[in-house]
């Protein structure tokens, strides 16, 4: 069975930093694209990033040159390093892959 389990999330202030991860389990991750997508208060769900079977990587507009995902493929890990931080960027942050596999979402809180 696939399994994504995201952790990292928290409260952090605007301009700061925090690294989720996302650790999967019931697949050959190495074959898979993974991607993270966020959910915040009132709002759809969107793509944040994403990143292929071979290290290619895509991301929103709204993040792009602030955050970064890679990939371990010996630890079965993909993460999402977020810097300068801003309030608009609070919302539940959840692990993806094809076809409609989703983790249960970690809580990332940008506030002072």
Do not use: H
């Not at 793509?47 to 990939?71: M, P």
């Amino acid at each position: 069975q696939v399994q994504l389990v995201e952790s990292g999330g928290g409260l952090v202030q605007p301009g700061g930093s925090l690294r989720l991860s996302c650790e999967a389990s019931g697949f050959i991750f190495a074959l898979y694209s993974m991607a993270w997508y966020r959910q915040a208060p009132g709002k759809e769900r969107e793509l944040v990033a994403r990143i292929t079977s071979a290290d290619s990587t895509n991301y929103a507009d709204s993040v792009k040159g602030r955050f970064t995902i890679s990939r371990d493929n010996a630890k079965n890990t993909v993460y999402l390093q977020m810097n300068s931080l801003k309030p608009e960027d609070t919302a539940v942050y959840y692990c993806y892959r094809n076809m409609n596999y989703w983790g249960k979402g970690t809580l990332v809180s940008v506030s002072s």
